[in-house]
């Protein structure tokens, strides 16, 4: 018979891999957009797909308010991206793909 060693996954408790499973979810949940103020040329077209993610300034380019996308507006970030004719916006998803 062989028991698990000191430091095993199989010795983690069940509520520490379940806080871990938890915790991982929410991070891959995470989806953020980014945009490039150097690229940006005030097209406005991603303002005008996304206007719930994508805001502009008073000189018509893109500012973003929130960089966190809630997952319901996962859609509407990706297809403000597309539209932008300059490749100006990055759409990550998870924590560690900033
Ligand atoms: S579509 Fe692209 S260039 Fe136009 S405002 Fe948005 S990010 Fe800037």
Known sequence: MTYPRVGDR???????????????GAEE??????????MCEGHGQCNAV????YDLDEEGYCVIRN???????ESEAEA??????????????GAGLT
């Open 10 to 24: 199989r010795c983690a408790g069940q509520d520490g891999r379940r806080s871990h499973r938890v915790e991982n």
């Open 29 to 38: 949940d995470v989806v953020r957009v980014e945009v490039n103020p150097n």
């Open 50 to 53: 996304a206007p719930q993610v």
């Open 67 to 73: 960089p966190e996308v809630p997952p319901d507006l």
């Open 80 to 93: 403000g991206a597309l539209a932008c004719p300059v490749q100006a916006i990055t759409v990550t998803r």
